[in-house]
């Protein structure tokens, strides 16, 4: 059973234009979302994250908005650039579970075309 | 800057030989992971760590095993290896504090003939 859903396996988006990537949870007790980005042949490196007391967090480009009621959350890139093509994965944690432990979506390969 | 290493980057190995994945980290942190991807597939938590002579199987199981005799260090061990265990295999660690991300490695290709 997949606690965290990207049900779009591949986005494509031209340049400079919004790319917006989808996460849905089942897990109630998840209160910390982070997106990762991967390259192939690499490992994720961490995007962005949102806590559970917030709905929006911004960081240059990126923005996050989480809607609890829903249990969706999404990532916005805006605007687009070829370099940010890469397989993004969603990931959620309980902070109060101790171990910290991550699951993860299956990802969702954008495409950036110039 | 995360420095967390992994080695080797990449590994074709025979069936039936013993391997050892290693995973070094700078950065001080108590909790360390291993996650195994495949394709197209979620990361999967395989084993954790809170600290030293401390350690955790994940949600899939392994065949695999793991140590943490030092803070810096959390290596990975396939006694046997098998087809079965030909992945991607990232270790990642989290420093103190709730809302810290987790940092991955590089990640080791593993294929196993």
């Known amino acids: 059973d997949q606690q965290v859903k990207q049900n779009s396996p591949s986005l494509s988006v031209q340049e400079g234009r919004i790319s917006i990537l989808n996460c849905d949870y089942t897990n109630s007790m998840f209160d910390y979302f982070l997106w990762y980005k991967k390259y192939p042949a690499e490992g994720p490196t961490f995007l962005i994250s949102i806590s559970s007391i917030k709905d929006k967090n911004e960081d240059g480009r990126f923005t996050v908005f989480l809607n609890k009621s829903a249990k969706h959350l999404s990532l916005h890139i805006v605007p687009s650039q070829p370099g940010d093509s890469a397989v993004y994965f969603c990931a959620a944690t309980t902070t109060g579970a101790g171990s910290y432990q991550l699951t993860f979506g299956k990802g969702t390969k954008l495409s950036v075309i110039p | 800057e995360a420095d967390i290493y992994q080695t080797p980057r990449y590994l074709v190995i025979g069936t039936g030989k013993k391997i050892t994945l290693e995973c070094s980290q700078t950065?001080?942190?108590?909790?360390m992971y291993w996650y195994q991807q495949d394709p197209g597939m979620e990361l999967h938590l395989i084993h954790y760590s809170y600290g030293v002579n401390s350690t955790e199987k994940g949600d899939l199981s392994s065949e695999s095993t793991v140590s943490r005799i030092r803070t810096e260090h959390f290596p990975l061990t396939l006694e046997s290896a098998r087809p079965s265990h030909t992945s991607q295999y990232l270790c990642a660690s989290k420093g103190q504090g709730a809302y810290n991300e987790q940092f991955f490695g590089p990640g080791t290709r593993l294929t196993v003939l």
């Open positions: 950065m001080g942190h108590d909790k």
